[in-house]
């Protein structure tokens, strides 16, 4: 009898877990895909770059102007939304279809990205491979080999279009930087700027960081940093052609892969005197 | 060209026929005998609360700038008139970037904040480029529409600059409101714009009498006994009104309101009393095609309706302005 009621509450809890998921942000595919239930996620949203699979999926259109009938039309038994999904008036006619509906917070610390990373466990019944998620993400991260003297590291951004744009504080590049062991010249403002290039040789930095998509719509395919963006040949990045270029959401999207990044952008920063 | 007996019944059946495509339509398929028998499954409140208000909301949306449209053509005697020239579209981009920007907050816990801002910019911008061109009580058409393009150009400038403080998300938030979208127009869009937008018809409608005679020219439709002032004046609030509210819930949809009034002219002439209604229907129309194909095109993600609006509907207009050349001139 015992052993008949434990087969029940393991068959129903099996049959409660969801099914079919979709996943809004890129992060939260990733952490999807990492504790197992890829094969469970049936829609993304068009920065859910990684794993490849997912790019197969379809697609509910850009995370802050998602469908609302397009996510309906996947039957979805669980949506999993980045903060930063959106547009909010979408959410709540999702949320009135009574779609179960997990909606995570921002935050770009270790701890933000494993609380996210442990309620997307809970909310898809993956408690212990979340947990064990968290745990192997801290790890890599404490392994990071941090460099002895902190460098100067810049932050540069296209989204296409326009000039491309630094990171100054409360961004998720400036708390990479900071996690590995880097320091953000432009710490005076919050947010994305454009700088002028006399700005730029001001604050000197001694590495430049960025992502491979800005690279890709930028004019610079080799280590032209003053092509990149005028001035930065001038600093001290320039002179020793330092440019480091990442994924952009391996780099910036705080996701389980996390640790893994701080990890690699940590390696690139040793080695400057 | 022909005949209002033959072209109104015909506006009407093909909108009848645009609202049902539409409403049988989407990325989602809706079980018909569970909207019946069912009213709580999810047939029944897919239908109920997002494609039928939606639906309902491009209909309206369409038909205000539509009508405001061809009411503004006819005070300005401008074929080239559209709700943009009096500055309503810029004073709602404003008032969504302010909300955008100071307001991020607020925006997360309550809908309605961006499109309030948005209504406001509007109301301010039309009542500014209306002080502006009223002299000793009368409006000056040629100063307004000066006025338009200064009011215009001074929220651009105000939008340049949150634009340039503004943060990454902020940004994208803003340029695809720009783009214009029926994502997410609930009930509650509709309710609260389409009192608006039918008061502003009331007093559209009124006045298409008058600005038959206003084609003649201010002076000859005085003497002639039009209440020349009143119409101007009643033509820009109602703009602001119709076009500030349903800007404020769509974002910017061009195109609209400058060709759906010269579909209706070509079709069926240029008396007011005919196409301004028409203008109403056939914005209507094109809006809730657009929308259809923005929402199923590319399912189950979304295009913008304005680029839809705007990559169908110019090259369209285009194709009937060089074959009205061939006949007519």
Known sequence: ?273 | MIRPAVFFPVAVTLSVVAFAVSLSTGAATIRWADVLAFPDSTSARLFLTIRLPRTVESFVCGGALGVCGAALQGVFRNPLADPALIGVSGGAALGAVVSIVWFEALLAREALTLPICAFLGAIVSVFLVHAISTQRGRVLTSTALLAGIAVNALSGAAIGWFVYGASDSQLRDFTFWSLGSLAGSGWEAVRLSAPLVGIACVGLLWGGRSLNALALGESDAWHMGAPVEWVKRIVLVSSALAVGSVTAFCGTIGFIGLVAPHLVRMAAGADHRIVLPGSFLCGGLLLCGADLVARTARSPAEIPVGIVVASVGAPVFLFLLLRGRGTEA
Not at chain 1, 65 to 87: K, R
Not at chain 1, 91 to 115: K, M
């Open chain 1, 1 to 273: 009898m015992k052993t008949l009621l434990l087969w029940l509450l393991i068959g129903g809890s099996a049959f409660a877990e969801p099914q079919r998921i979709v996943s809004v942000g890129g992060a939260v595919t990733e952490t999807l895909f990492a504790l197992g239930v890829g094969d469970r996620v049936v829609g993304v949203d068009s920065s859910s770059t990684f794993p490849a699979s997912a790019t197969a999926l379809p697609q509910v259109g850009y995370q802050r102007a998602i469908a609302p009938e397009g996510v309906v039309s996947l039957q979805p038994d669980l949506l999993v939304l980045a903060a930063t999904a959106g547009p909010a008036d979408v959410v709540s006619q999702l949320e009135g279809l009574r779609i179960p509906t997990v909606h995570l917070t921002e935050g770009y610390s270790l701890d933000a990205a494993g609380q996210r990373i442990l309620r997307i466990g809970e909310a898809v019944g993956r408690v212990d491979e979340s947990k064990r998620l968290v745990e192997s993400m801290k790890t890599e991260a404490s392994r990071a080999a941090l460099p002895e003297k902190a460098p100067r590291v810049l932050f540069v951004l296209s989204a296409g279009g326009g000039s491309p744009v630094i990171s100054g504080t409360g961004t998720a590049a400036d708390a990479m930087i900071r996690l590995a062991g880097g320091t953000n010249p432009a710490s005076d403002f919050t947010g994305y700027r454009s700088l002028s290039p006399e700005a730029l040789v001001a604050l000197d930095p001694e590495i430049v960081l960025t992502t491979k998509r800005t690279l890709a719509v930028s004019p610079s395919e080799s280590v032209g940093l003053g092509k990149l963006l005028p001035g930065l040949d001038l600093t001290a990045a320039g002179r020793n052609s330092r440019l480091v270029v990442m994924d952009d959401l391996f780099l910036l999207g705080f996701g389980p892969r996390t640790g893994e990044a701080i990890a690699k952008l940590a390696g690139q920063f040793a080695g400057v005197k």
